[in-house]
């Protein structure tokens, strides 16, 4: 590859910005058969960001130096290099910088054709498409002290911490770029090479996946985009030149891993860690790691459309400065699994393939189980005077044992209420209904209120306007499941539902049940905060690496693996481009689901036929990838998943399943689909022969008293219930949604 460097200067005219779709590439007649063609690479032409794009041109004009390249009407700085030369055609990638926010018409000439294209330019602050930014937000000098009253620090990597002193009012800093080496004491980790001119004598030297044999020397930029933090890693020898998009990195195997990282807070702030990118188990095999500080789902406000914003910015400077990837492998568990997920389904084309592992389908139905098992369940069948026993407790919620509930679920009770902030937020700031009503208010829904939207409440006495919520519980009939098989009796179920009850906007606790705002309902389905198996998901491979922790009653339950599955199968036929694979938590198939992803990736873009997408997936998956678990002795059992739902209680019919029993949750005892993402279910009346016992006339009557609107049919879609959209942007009124670059 040549590269032939900057052409001309050009100062271009600023443009006011405006939020409206791409003109198409337009390829004007030439009096000869000259061809010419250009088209964006770095990103979608109305999503650019912080003034670089680059660009594909496609002519079998003769040579680059018949190309007139314009911005603007004006003579562009461009840094342009051939990329192919095939029967007759030249490829080349262009770099072009200095472009202005807003519309940016780029236009390619020779002497006989022209060919144009607009980008689109947002400030690298952002934002692009996730709405209006979330105020407050605090940099990492002004987060709260740690326990020990120690200010919060970005550690590098390199032994040093980043220099916050000089952030903008944004939150940004200049990048820097540092290297970091693998010492030949393997116990030694990563450690800094002050010095990139100088071999340290201990420098170790790895094989990546294209077999060679490099030093383990790691260049590892960190700067701001889009208020965050981010870093990227890749091996590259800083002997040679620079690594650029037009001349990566010849260490570097072309394949780019984003990590995210865990949790599921509100937000309010820039975050002091990324999901990882000095990934020794990646790094030495040649993958590219980047990520940032909001694609932490606790730092990022649980707010996947932000995530996707911010990853898509990384991934583009990525492009723009590394070079292009052969593909973007998610990689993370629990919130990095929920976010790689939920990107994927809404924002298809970020991501190309997914390694979740603990994984959660999303955040909302999640927390529609946890919810109702912190704020109502544990407090109904803890009153002593019901006296019941932990067994009984845990009939009612199905999980494997009543901690479940009682600690891993009630350690952090109210994810969706407003007073549930983190240690980073100042206790001054947090929001109080009586002495701050106007703080920050710490629920998931007010972290994504870009997305949800904002209303007045009359249950709570103040003027201001919440995010909306779209938890409801009217119909739900909890411990139904029990009740049928004989595991509870009816005075505790009609009990339980007559006293179980609800909670209001700041999640505190109410006697009458919970209705969920429509507008929120229908935003959580249709902007995809809950995930459905077709959309995004249908068009990426997904391995899914569940550790299982069922057996010691953490609330990364296996069964969640089983709700995506459900909802594949659901909306596509099958889950054929979904693989599950079951071990204990001390056994790790994390390099081996790497390499094998990277396989079936390699596959997929070898196949360049015009198959659909799901299909090709499914072609293309490497024939010794097949669901499975593994035994204690390392014996490998291959089974397609199954959860029964007739054996909620015990769904150990198969091998896998006997040594991994998966456990049903909450709402699944109440009667509830396997895919658990009906929000608000759709009622009907009370049909006495959907239940195993005989009511006596006296017992009906409460039952009628207890749901005067009806009970759940989960026999149909819930409320407002639908595929999501992709690509969704977010105005002044989340409510009203706008595909991304539509007018």
Same mark, same amino acid.
């Given at each position: 590859?040549?590269?032939?460097?900057?052409?001309?200067?050009?100062?271009?005219?600023?443009?006011?910005?405006?939020?409206?779709?791409?003109?198409?590439?337009?390829?004007?007649?030439?009096?000869?058969?000259?061809?010419?063609?250009?088209?964006?690479?770095?990103?979608?032409?109305?999503?650019?960001?912080?003034?670089?794009?680059?660009?594909?041109?496609?002519?079998?004009?003769?040579?680059?130096?018949?190309?007139?390249?314009?911005?603007?009407?004006?003579?562009?700085?461009?840094?342009?290099?051939?990329?192919?030369?095939?029967?007759?055609?030249?490829?080349?990638?262009?770099?072009?910088?200095?472009?202005?926010?807003?519309?940016?018409?780029?236009?390619?000439?020779?002497?006989?054709?022209?060919?144009?294209?607009?980008?689109?330019?947002?400030?690298?602050?952002?934002?692009?498409?996730?709405?209006?930014?979330?105020?407050?937000?605090?940099?990492?000098?002004?987060?709260?002290?740690?326990?020990?009253?120690?200010?919060?620090?970005?550690?590098?990597?390199?032994?040093?911490?980043?220099?916050?002193?000089?952030?903008?009012?944004?939150?940004?800093?200049?990048?820097?770029?540092?290297?970091?080496?693998?010492?030949?004491?393997?116990?030694?980790?990563?450690?800094?090479?002050?010095?990139?001119?100088?071999?340290?004598?201990?420098?170790?030297?790895?094989?990546?996946?294209?077999?060679?044999?490099?030093?383990?020397?790691?260049?590892?930029?960190?700067?701001?985009?889009?208020?965050?933090?981010?870093?990227?890693?890749?091996?590259?020898?800083?002997?040679?030149?620079?690594?650029?998009?037009?001349?990566?990195?010849?260490?570097?195997? @072309?394949?780019?891993? $984003? *990590?995210? !990282?865990? #949790?599921?807070?509100? =937000?309010?702030? %820039?975050?002091?860690?990324?999901? &990882?990118?000095?990934?020794?188990?990646?790094?030495?095999?040649?993958?590219?790691?980047?990520?940032?500080?909001?694609?932490?789902?606790?730092?990022?406000?649980?707010?996947?459309?932000?995530?996707?914003?911010?990853?898509?910015?990384?991934?583009?400077?990525?492009?723009?400065?590394? @070079?292009?990837?052969? $593909? *973007?492998? !998610?990689? #993370?568990?629990?919130? =990095?699994?929920? %976010?790689?997920?939920?990107?994927? &389904?809404?924002?298809?084309?970020?991501?190309?393939?997914?390694?979740?592992?603990?994984?959660?389908?999303?955040?909302?139905?999640?927390?529609?189980?946890?919810?109702?098992?912190?704020?109502?369940?544990?407090?109904?069948?803890?009153?002593?005077?019901?006296?019941?026993?932990?067994?009984?407790?845990?009939?009612?919620?199905?999980?494997?044992?009543?901690?479940?509930?009682?600690?891993?679920?009630?350690?952090?009770?109210?994810?969706?209420?407003?007073?549930?902030?983190?240690?980073?937020?100042?206790?001054?700031?947090?929001?109080?209904?009586?002495?701050?009503?106007?703080?920050?208010?710490?629920?998931?829904?007010?972290?994504?209120?870009?997305?949800?939207?904002?209303?007045?409440?009359?249950?709570?006495?103040?003027?201001?306007?919440?995010?909306?919520?779209?938890?409801?519980?009217?119909?739900?009939?909890?411990?139904?499941?029990?009740?049928?098989?004989?595991?509870?009796?009816?005075?505790?179920?009609?009990?339980?539902?007559?006293?179980?009850?609800?909670?209001?906007?700041?999640?505190?606790?109410?006697?009458?049940?919970?209705?969920?705002?429509?507008?929120?309902?229908?935003?959580?389905?249709?902007?995809?905060?809950?995930?459905?198996?077709?959309?995004?998901?249908?068009?990426?491979?997904?391995?899914?690496?569940?550790?299982?922790?069922?057996?010691?009653?953490?609330?990364?339950?296996?069964?969640?693996?089983?709700?995506?599955?459900?909802?594949?199968?659901?909306?596509?036929?099958?889950?054929?481009?979904?693989?599950?694979?079951?071990?204990?938590?001390?056994?790790?198939?994390?390099?081996?689901?790497?390499?094998?992803?990277?396989?079936?990736?390699?596959?997929?873009?070898?196949?360049?036929?015009?198959?659909?997408?799901?299909?090709?997936?499914?072609?293309?998956?490497?024939?010794?990838?097949?669901?499975?678990?593994?035994?204690?002795?390392?014996?490998?059992?291959?089974?397609?998943?199954?959860?029964?739902?007739?054996?909620?209680?015990?769904?150990?019919?198969?091998?896998?399943?006997?040594?991994?029993?998966?456990?049903?949750?909450?709402?699944?005892?109440?009667?509830?689909?396997?895919?658990?993402?009906?929000?608000?279910?759709?009622?009907?009346?009370?049909?006495?022969?959907?239940?195993?016992?005989?009511?006596?006339?006296?017992?009906?009557?409460?039952?009628?008293?207890?749901?005067?609107?009806?009970?759940?049919?989960?026999?149909?879609?819930?409320?407002?219930?639908?595929?999501?959209?992709?690509?969704?942007?977010?105005?002044?009124?989340?409510?009203?949604?706008?595909?991304?670059?539509?007018?």
């Amino acid at each position: 590859m040549k590269t032939f460097g900057s052409l001309l200067s050009v100062s271009i005219a600023a443009l006011f910005l405006l939020s409206c779709s791409p003109e198409q590439q337009v390829v004007v007649p030439a009096a000869t058969t000259t061809f010419l063609a250009v088209s964006p690479v770095s990103n979608q032409p109305h999503l650019m960001s912080g003034g670089d794009a680059l660009v594909e041109i496609t002519t079998d004009a003769p040579a680059v130096e018949d190309l007139v390249i314009t911005v603007n009407d004006r003579v562009a700085t461009v840094a342009i290099a051939e990329y192919a030369n095939e029967g007759g055609l030249r490829q080349y990638r262009a770099l072009l910088s200095g472009l202005d926010t807003g519309k940016n018409l780029v236009r390619v000439e020779t002497g006989e054709a022209a060919s144009a294209l607009t980008l689109v330019n947002y400030p690298i602050t952002g934002p692009i498409f996730s709405g209006q930014q979330q105020q407050p937000y605090l940099c990492i000098n002004e987060l709260a002290p740690d326990r020990n009253g120690e200010p919060r620090r970005f550690a590098i990597g390199n032994g040093e911490y980043l220099d916050t002193a000089a952030m903008d009012a944004n939150c940004g800093i200049a990048a820097r770029t540092d290297y970091v080496y693998r010492s030949t004491d393997t116990d030694a980790g990563f450690k800094s090479l002050a010095n990139p001119a100088a071999r340290p004598q201990d420098l170790a030297y790895t094989t990546t996946s294209k077999n060679q044999n490099v030093p383990y020397i790691v260049r590892l930029e960190t700067g701001t985009i889009n208020r965050a933090v981010y870093q990227i890693a890749i091996l590259h020898d800083p002997g040679a030149d620079a690594p650029s998009a037009l001349s990566p990195s010849m260490q570097w195997n @072309g394949r780019l891993v $984003y *990590t995210f !990282g865990g #949790g599921c807070e509100a =937000g309010y702030f %820039q975050g002091a860690s990324t999901g &990882g990118v000095l990934r020794d188990n990646m790094l030495s095999k040649g993958y590219a790691v980047a990520s940032s500080t909001l694609n932490v789902n606790a730092q990022g406000g649980c707010n996947d459309v932000l995530s996707a914003e911010t990853a898509m910015m990384v991934k583009e400077h990525f492009i723009e400065t590394y @070079g292009v990837p052969d $593909y *973007t492998i !998610g990689n #993370g568990g629990s919130g =990095g699994a929920m %976010q790689q997920l939920l990107i994927a &389904g809404a924002y298809p084309g970020i991501l190309d393939g997914l390694l979740p592992s603990l994984t959660f389908a999303d955040a909302v139905s999640y927390f529609s189980d946890a919810q109702e098992c912190a704020s109502l369940l544990r407090d109904y069948v803890n009153d002593p005077d019901r006296n019941l026993s932990e067994e009984t407790k845990n009939i009612i919620g199905g999980w494997s044992m009543w901690s479940t509930c009682e600690q891993s679920l009630g350690e952090r009770p109210k994810r969706v209420g407003p007073d549930d902030c983190t240690a980073e937020i100042p206790v001054a700031m947090e929001y109080n209904p009586q002495t701050n009503p106007t703080g920050i208010r710490c629920s998931i829904y007010d972290g994504m209120r870009n997305i949800f939207g904002e209303k007045l409440y009359a249950d709570v006495t103040t003027e201001r306007e919440f995010a909306r919520a779209p938890h409801d519980n009217v119909g739900v009939q909890y411990g139904l499941a029990a009740l049928n098989e004989g595991l509870i009796d009816k005075a505790l179920f009609l009990d339980l539902n007559a006293n179980i009850g609800g909670w209001n906007i700041d999640v505190q606790p109410q006697p009458q049940r919970t209705e969920g705002d429509e507008d929120a309902i229908r935003i959580a389905y249709q902007t995809g905060r809950i995930t459905s198996g077709a959309a995004g998901l249908a068009q990426v491979p997904i391995i899914d690496d569940r550790s299982y922790l069922d057996d010691i009653g953490n609330f990364h339950a296996s069964v969640y693996s089983f709700v995506m599955r459900a909802r594949m199968e659901r909306d596509n036929g099958h889950a054929d481009n979904y693989i599950l694979r079951r071990h204990s938590r001390d056994l790790s198939l994390e390099d081996e689901n790497l390499a094998i992803m990277d396989q079936w990736l390699a596959n997929i873009k070898a196949d360049t036929s015009h198959t659909a997408m799901l299909d090709k997936i499914v072609r293309a998956k490497p024939a010794d990838l097949q669901n499975d678990c593994f035994a204690a002795n390392g014996e490998r059992i291959v089974e397609q998943p199954s959860f029964d739902m007739d054996r909620l209680f015990d769904n150990t019919n198969t091998p896998c399943n006997g040594l991994f029993p998966p456990h049903a949750g909450l709402r699944l005892v109440a009667g509830g689909p396997l895919t658990n993402d009906i929000l608000k279910c759709a009622l009907k009346e009370i049909d006495f022969e959907d239940y195993a016992v005989e009511f006596t006339a006296a017992e009906k009557a409460q039952l009628q008293e207890i749901f005067p609107q009806g009970v759940c049919d989960w026999s149909k879609p819930g409320v407002q219930q639908q595929i999501n959209q992709t690509w969704l942007s977010y105005g002044p009124s989340p409510v009203n949604l706008y595909k991304s670059g539509a007018e």
